[in-house]
């Protein structure tokens, strides 16, 4: 279903209960289908109210052992598990409601929310989906040999590398690799959660995993433990006894790994989780080594800071047909040659406009400007720019030929390189506030090639100059 251009949500509700990893808390997760761009979003039922708290990288408050998220003062704890799932099965919107505050642990993989979510089936819904198509590389360094990386891919699918080493003689250094999300159900989907045994007495006083236990989570022993060291830490949790036997180095689970590099698998799980908070289907390969969820939180907030930047930008393709030709452009902008410098409108919605200026030498300015090194003057580029905003403003008026725009204020004007013949000039134009009295206030940049080659801020107004033509 990822292959699909249009948004999923689920056929039907499903409801899963257990106990908390961290907080040992009994709760129930009803999870519904959701209307288009929600994406998704947590309901704290059991708070008055019913607050909201929406699944994105802002809202993370705590990454110790699991991703915590927080809007106002309601929380909900551990909840990569199921977001990994919703988002490895295609689903895009999706509410969870719970009555308490953390996303039972199950057995500690994400397979149990797999499976309820094939049993709901999911249906299409009458929205793009979003996606995020890595141009370029993106990458983080963290504390302890944590580097995580995304790169390009010629294919849109998400891939994924994980390296983890925790200089253990039980596991030593694993690798596990995902070259799709249609393998995170069989390969990814039933690794659970693991710790050391030599961590869970430290855990515990952190006023962590009160709901952990073998059967939702690996724990390892990295080395023989005496009964008594085993009843101390029994104690620690609060408990009279460990299940399980902890005299070899070893898993002290009744059962054995699901996969040799189980641990590493649900390291890959956790990512997928952590990094559905950017809300985009991602397209690329990420790389990560000894990664944990503070890096894939840090990551995540990488990636979503690289999202914005590039949905920010116009559509630059030019081979494609134009919602404005010249001879419509010269019907509602006063301009002439030599000052008319809009060649073709590409966009325009009602809070943007994207128009492009084709340079060529013929250009009259480039006999002074300047000979034997023609230059395109910052002046015109911010005049061309005026004149697609002033396209803008004057498709607000039903009779837009007996109008016209005049400059009162230009602000922020800045030149980044120059523009040369055989240059496509794209100019992409937002409104900064809403249109008052027939001001029009709109922050405009100047692209060439995807490069930003000058931008400004202008004022301007719309003024009836001219009576209808009888």
């Given amino acids: 279903m990822i292959s699909s251009n249009q948004q999923h949500t689920l056929g039907a509700s499903f409801e899963l209960q257990g106990i908390g990893l961290h907080t040992g808390v009994t709760s129930t997760l009803l999870v519904e289908p959701a209307e288009a761009n929600i994406g998704y979003m947590f309901v704290r039922t059991d708070l008055e109210g019913a607050p909201e708290i929406p699944a994105l990288v802002a809202n993370v408050h705590e990454t110790r052992r699991g991703t915590t998220l927080q809007a106002g003062e309601a929380q909900i704890y551990t909840t990569e598990h199921v977001l990994a799932a919703l988002y490895a099965s295609g689903v895009d919107n999706a509410r969870l409601c719970i009555d308490g505050p953390e996303v039972p642990i199950l057995d500690g993989s994400a397979q149990p929310f797999m499976e309820a979510i094939a049993g709901a089936g999911t249906v299409s819904q009458d929205a793009d989906r979003k996606f995020f198509k890595v141009r370029r590389n993106l990458s983080l360094k963290g504390e302890d040999g944590v580097e995580m990386m995304v790169v390009p891919l010629e294919e849109d699918e998400f ?41 869970v007495a430290a855990l515990a006083e952190q006023g962590l995993i009160k709901g952990g236990d073998i059967d939702n989570a690996v724990v390892l022993a990295e080395r023989a433990y005496s009964d008594e060291e085993v009843s101390s830490i029994a104690k620690a949790l609060g408990r009279e006894a460990l299940a399980g036997t902890a005299d070899k180095p070893g898993v002290l689970n009744l059962s054995d790994l699901r996969f040799p590099n189980e641990p590493a698998r649900h390291k890959l799980l956790d990512i997928v989780g952590d990094l559905a908070l950017t809300g985009r289907f991602i397209q690329g390969h990420v790389l990560a080594a000894r990664p944990g969820h503070a890096a894939n939180v840090e990551f995540a907030k990488v990636l979503a800071k690289a999202i914005k930047a590039q949905e920010d930008l116009p559509d630059f393709r030019l081979d494609r047909p134009s919602l404005m030709d010249i001879n419509e452009i010269s019907a509602m902008l006063p301009h002439r040659y030599p000052f008319l410098l809009v060649d073709r409108i590409m966009d325009m919605d009602d809070r943007s406009i994207t128009g492009v200026k084709n340079v060529t030498m013929n250009e009259p300015f480039f006999q002074g400007h300047f000979p034997n090194n023609p230059v395109m003057p910052g002046v015109l580029q911010v005049e061309a720019m005026a004149q697609v905003g002033g396209i803008f403003a004057l498709s607000t008026v039903e009779d837009p030929e007996n109008y016209s725009t005049y400059f009162m204020k230009i602000d922020g004007v800045k030149f980044k390189q120059k523009v040369l013949p055989g240059d496509s000039v794209v100019f992409h134009l937002t409104l900064m506030s809403p249109i008052r009295r027939g001001l029009v206030n709109m922050k405009g940049r100047a692209y060439v090639r995807g490069a930003l080659v000058s931008e400004a801020e202008m004022l301007a107004q719309v003024v009836r100059d001219r009576a209808p033509q009888d």
């Fill in 159 to 199: 891939k994924a590398t994980v390296m983890v080493d925790y200089n253990s003689p039980i596991l030593g250094t694993q690798h596990a690799r995902m070259e799709s999300l249609a393998e995170f159900n069989e390969h990814i989907a039933p690794c659970r959660t693991f710790v050391f045994l030599k961590e």
